[in-house]
């Protein structure tokens, strides 16, 4: 009975073995089956086309006024009136300050007396030259009498010139004692009070601009200057969204921007030249000495080729893109980039009108793999 139950164990053990030995045969059958190609990636693409470019450059700028003029009196004393209010609207000619003009009355009445003289003196002169001159027609006094009345009168004449010089020069003084705005505008805030003494031509007053137009200066690289010089020139040029400024608190200023003026030399230090550009600004809203941002836009001459700028896989400062070509098999290609805008960028060398590139899904693609287009959305699993 023992030695039964040993060959039945015997046999159990070799059934067991023949399993294992059957499975581990059955496996290796299944691993070396070849394997079929893998998935293709699901992407989006998109056809490289060439489209019109408008960029927007901005340069940050300095509003100013076109006009504008520091009040400084021309004769000295102490400010006895001011006849405006600071940040007050004036018209050109309207009386803003009074210099002390006691003394300059006094001197213009002195002045006034010895024209008055001066000219009693020469009518004295001229009666003497006059009767002498008879009389030496009639031989009744000498011809050297003759010469000294004809002397004296000249010198009476040279007197009256020289006190109506003298009258006109204190006139001018008296009148120049009463500071007027040269110009229609705003004025600031006054920089001397009541009873302050002015210095002639060194105290400043206060300062006039005007604010409807007003300008914006900006500095733009001196390759820019042909374009720049080429709107200037174009009266067609001047458009609404042309010039925009963005003011600091982010809204939009626009208005008929007109380029005034270029200046005459770029500045050797920042390569730059600066660029004044007028607006119509009636209601005040730019105010001389603000710092804003002016966006000018910029259509390119020739058309480009635009892709959007999420095809773009960026290493080590090397842009590239994956261009699907035949079997729907993507590579990378290098590419050159030009100028940003929106969610676009130019593309200035590596691809050609009517390649197709990879849009979406990129971040899955690998060099020689096979890629399926989808709609748009479906690359990454939306």
């Known amino acids: 009975m023992h030695q039964m139950n040993t060959i039945n164990n015997i046999k ?60 400084r009196p021309q004769v000295g004393g102490y400010v006895t009136a001011i006849f405006v209010k600071d940040g007050q609207k004036v018209v050109k000619g309207q009386k803003l300050y009074e210099i002390d003009r006691t003394k300059y009355i006094a001197a213009y009445n002195a002045a006034r007396a010895d024209v008055a003289v001066s000219k009693s003196n020469r009518d004295k002169a001229k009666k003497d030259a006059d009767r002498y001159t008879r009389l030496a027609e009639q031989d009744a006094v000498a011809k050297q009498r003759v010469d000294y009345a004809l002397t004296d009168l000249a010198n009476a004449e040279s007197q009256v010139a020289a006190a109506q010089a003298q009258l006109s020069a204190i006139a001018n003084d008296l009148q120049r004692a009463t500071i007027v705005s040269p110009l229609t505008g705003t004025i600031g805030i006054s920089q001397v009070k009541l009873g302050a003494l002015a210095s002639p031509g060194t105290t400043l007053l206060n300062t006039v601009s005007t604010f409807n137009p007003i300008a914006v200066d900006i500095s733009v690289n001196q390759a820019e200057i042909p374009r720049f010089t080429q709107l200037q020139r174009i009266p067609s040029a001047v458009k609404d969204s042309l010039f925009s400024i963005q003011l600091q608190d982010g809204s939009i200023f626009k208005g008929q921007g007109r380029i005034v003026a270029i200046d005459r030399a770029v500045d050797p230090q920042t390569g730059t030249i600066k660029v004044r550009i007028s607006y119509p ?29 999420k095809a773009l896989q960026e290493q080590l400062g090397i842009f590239n893109v994956y261009v699907v070509g035949d079997s729907s098999k993507a590579e990378p290609r290098n590419v050159k980039l030009g100028k940003q805008f929106d969610q676009s960028v130019v593309i200035s060398s590596g691809l050609k009108q009517g390649e197709v590139i990879v849009v979406d899904g990129v971040q899955n693609v690998k060099p020689g793999a096979k890629v399926q287009s989808g709609p748009m959305g479906q690359a990454n699993g939306q």
């Open 12 to 71: 159990l053990g070799i059934i067991v073995l023949g399993s294992i030995v059957l499975a581990s045969c059955s496996g290796g059958d299944k691993s070396a089956q070849p394997q079929g190609p893998p998935p293709a990636t699901p992407v989006t693409t998109v056809t490289v086309t060439e489209e019109e470019v408008v960029t927007t450059d901005t340069y940050p700028g300095v509003v100013v006024a076109l006009n504008e003029v520091e009040l």
């Open 281 to 309: 600004n009636p209601q005040g809203r730019l105010i001389s000495g603000m710092t804003v941002n002016l966006k000018a836009l910029n259509v390119a001459s020739e058309r480009q080729l635009v892709i959007p700028y």
